[in-house]
């Protein structure tokens, strides 16, 4: 799995996360993920199947906002990892790994409910 941190993410900084972003208006979610995972690392990918979703209000300037993260299984079609201005790092890693790491709550979640 590849993992991407940035310093500033807007709300977990230094963390590791899998790479993602928002939808553009009406967006088919698996284009999403492909295009984000395109902009974030320059891997081109064919997303699979939806692995967890997960629904969290995360606090900004004293707001609650509604998140919804979605985890897909994906297959790297081609491509080197280049990464954007928006992160620092990137590596691959296992499960085991990635529990050792500073991740973002969501994985957390996910990775308790997958064997």
């Given at each position: 799995?590849?993992?991407?941190?940035?310093?500033?993410?807007?709300?977990?900084?230094?963390?590791?996360?899998?790479?993602?972003?928002?939808?553009?208006?009406?967006?088919?979610?698996?284009?999403?993920?492909?295009?984000?995972?395109?902009?974030e690392?320059?891997l081109?990918?064919?997303?699979?199947?939806?692995?967890?979703?997960?629904?969290?209000?995360?606090?900004?300037d004293?707001?609650?906002?509604?998140?919804?993260?979605?985890?897909?299984?994906?297959?790297?079609?081609?491509?080197?990892?280049?990464?954007?201005?928006?992160h620092?790092?990137?590596?691959?890693?296992?499960?085991?790994?990635?529990?050792?790491?500073?991740?973002?709550?969501?994985?957390?979640?996910?990775?308790?409910?997958?064997p």
């Open positions: 799995m590849i993992l991407l941190r940035s310093p500033d993410a807007a709300f977990f900084p230094e963390h590791w996360d899998f790479p993602g972003g928002k939808l553009e208006p009406a967006e088919d979610p698996k284009k999403g993920i492909e295009r984000e995972v395109s902009e690392t320059k081109r990918i064919d997303a699979r199947e939806v692995l967890g979703t997960y629904d969290m209000d995360l606090e900004k004293g707001q609650s906002i509604p998140h919804r993260f979605a985890v897909y299984s994906a297959e790297v079609l081609e491509g080197e990892v280049k990464m954007s201005h928006e620092t790092d990137f590596r691959w890693a296992t499960k085991e790994e990635i529990l050792e790491l500073k991740i973002e709550p969501y994985m957390r979640l996910f990775f308790e409910e997958t």
